[in-house]
């Protein structure tokens, strides 16, 4: 139940936020109201706010391509630019479609994508723990989420088999990181955002492989910075795929598919 707030509670709850210097503090303050279960709850939440914590690590939630997605402190939440993979990745999927989100995180985009489909096989993977039960809950019965590296988790019997295969992988250059905001340099684990001296490096590994699951016809997806795109689509193109690079200025949202050639025209 959301907490009633008389106006003086509201202008504290917006005052304490906008001197801990968030920005949109009126926002903030009525999403934090909404979402409590108590005043107890609303103090700890506008606490750990004031604190620094991310908005959604606060409320347990983010919102993406119009899902309510659970974010478990430590897992990476789900940006509003990476909708744009998502449009995408819609528009190349055949129905049914074999989905795999690879570096899943919370299960956002494999969950979007399921959202948006009719019939999808989804199937969603990631490295850490706590990104893969949030991903659980957030995916549920639509799809089965494995917990390795990379591929490795993955049953063998998709092999050839993937439609869409979502991969956003940390991107960030290893010496960018520090000059991330500290939302998510400090509450974001590393392995979410380093992504090694260019920031291609887990993108390197994913494209190597990403051929031998992708069915023909079947397209990788990645996220990167506009600054780094020609690069990853280099780096598709040398695995064998064919590369395409799309961008939305509205977004800020770059992106660069592959796509194993060779489906059948009928
Ligand atoms: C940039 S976040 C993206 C999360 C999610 N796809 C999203 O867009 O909200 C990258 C994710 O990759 C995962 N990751 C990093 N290295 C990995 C690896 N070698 N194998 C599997 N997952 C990995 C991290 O744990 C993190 O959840």
Do not use: K
């Not at 096989?121 to 639509?142: F, K, Q, S, T």
């Not at 490795?152 to 992988?169: E, K, Q, T």
Request: contains cysteine.
């Amino acid at each position: 139940m959301p907490v009633p707030l008389s106006p003086t509670a509201l202008s504290t709850l917006v005052a304490a936020l906008r001197a801990a210097g968030c920005v949109f503090a009126e926002d903030e303050a009525g999403l934090i109201a909404a979402t409590a279960a108590g005043p107890a709850e609303l103090t700890a939440m506008v606490e750990r706010r004031a604190a620094g914590h991310p908005l959604e690590h606060v409320l347990g939630w983010a919102e993406f391509n119009g899902l309510r997605i659970a974010v478990d402190p430590g897992v990476f939440v789900p940006r509003r630019r990476t909708e744009f993979l998502i449009r995408q990745a819609v528009a190349l999927a055949p129905e049914p479609a074999v989905v795999v989100d690879l570096c899943c995180g919370s299960g956002a985009l494999g969950a979007a994508l399921a959202a948006a489909l009719d019939r999808v096989e989804l199937h969603a993977a990631d490295v850490e723990p706590a990104a893969v039960r949030c991903a659980r809950r957030n995916i549920g019965d639509r799809g089965e989420v494995y917990e390795g590296d990379l591929f490795a988790p993955l049953p063998g019997s998709l092999r050839g088999r993937v439609d869409v295969l979502l991969a956003n992988v940390p991107y960030v250059p290893t010496e960018d990181v520090a000059l991330l905001p500290a939302e998510a340099r400090v509450h974001e684990p590393l392995v979410a955002l380093d992504g090694g001296g260019d920031g291609l490096d887990v993108l390197r590994r994913v494209a190597a492989e990403a051929p031998r699951w992708l069915a023909p016809g079947g397209s990788l997806l990645v996220e990167t910075s506009e600054r780094q795109a020609e690069r990853a689509a280099r780096v598709i193109g040398d695995s064998g795929l064919v590369p395409r690079v799309v961008s939305c200025d509205e977004l800020y949202a770059t992106v660069v598919m592959g796509a194993r050639p060779g489906r059948a025209v009928s």
